[in-house]
């Protein structure tokens, strides 16, 4: 089996292995730069799994950051019936993408 690291961050929780690049709420870091997160839930390193209760001790992600991007755009239309009360609100979440170079 392959190293793999379950992280948490803007609170959702993400499985990573070295290589993948994923896309994750925004973080105060610029393009180039590299991000360490040791809000790391899980770590396997192949052969054994290591758990925190809630984080791992010791336990690194490294992270390449590649840019910064907008998601999907997330519609909230609410409506009340024979009142002619109608809202709608739009939002695009700010996103990083990074591709990870090391789980430690």
């Known amino acids: 089996m392959e190293a793999y690291a379950v992280l948490e961050t803007g609170g959702k ?3 990573v292995r070295v290589g993948d690049k994923i896309e994750i709420e925004k973080l105060s870091v ?10 790391v839930l899980a770590v396997s390193d192949g052969s054994s799994l290591k758990v925190g209760s809630p ?12 840019g910064i991007i907008k998601g999907k755009k997330v519609i909230n239309f609410k409506a009340k ?14 996103l990083t993408v990074a591709t990870v170079k090391a789980i430690a």
Do not use: P
């Open 13 to 15: 929780q993400v499985l």
């Open 30 to 39: 610029d393009a180039g730069q590299e991000a360490v997160l040791d809000t």
């Open 55 to 66: 984080y791992v001790e010791g336990a690194k992600v490294t992270l390449a950051v590649d």
């Open 81 to 94: 019936r024979r009142k002619g009360d109608r809202r709608l609100v739009g939002h695009r979440q700010q």
